[in-house]
């Protein structure tokens, strides 16, 4: 059974300005059920900010993850390398107003534990392509020409696509 805790103790973190850095080996989440039996191997840095928030940032991040091919739909495996990645943990809740567009994480008041969990599926996400396609046809549609992916003249007037009219 593979460790499926990301909860990390800044207690201390909290009381001093200081940074810790973290290695991990085989972690697991359920939040990703496509991530293959390697599991997720990275380091992160936790860094003081003042007493009531932590930097959290991901300096490395490796993981595979089982995919299926949106053009062929053959089965194959897509390596991931999140090289940096970081978010706020914070104790005050007063927070939650994201005027600025940033994500929060809480420290839990209590443990004065974290859990980056969320965090890292977050940063595995935003690594996920809009369409994924295996290597094959990654090749394939890379040596497309452009008059070959979209042909304009589709898109004359009165032409229906996905419940949407097109007009000149």
């Not at 974290?114 to 996920?128: C, D, F, R, V």
């Amino acid at each position: 059974m593979k460790d499926q805790t990301f909860e990390i103790k800044v207690g201390d973190l909290l009381n001093q300005v200081a940074v810790d850095e973290i290695t991990f080996e085989n972690k697991k989440t359920n939040l990703i059920p496509n991530l293959s039996e390697e599991w997720i191997t990275g380091k992160i840095r936790l860094s003081w900010i003042d007493d009531e928030n932590v930097l959290v940032e991901i300096e490395e991040l490796e993981c595979t993850l089982n995919e299926t091919c949106d053009y062929c739909t053959k089965p194959f495996e897509r390596k991931i390398k999140i090289q940096w990645y970081s978010s706020r943990f914070t104790l005050n809740k007063d927070e939650i107003n994201y005027a600025n567009d940033e994500v929060l994480f809480f420290i839990d008041e209590k443990t004065s534990t974290i859990n980056i969990e969320e965090m890292i599926y977050q940063a595995i996400e935003l690594e996920t392509p809009f369409v994924l396609y295996c290597p094959e046809c990654a090749k394939n549609h890379e040596s497309m020409t452009e008059d070959e992916e979209i042909d304009e003249s589709d898109f004359d007037l009165g032409w229906e696509w996905w419940n949407v009219v097109f007009h000149k």
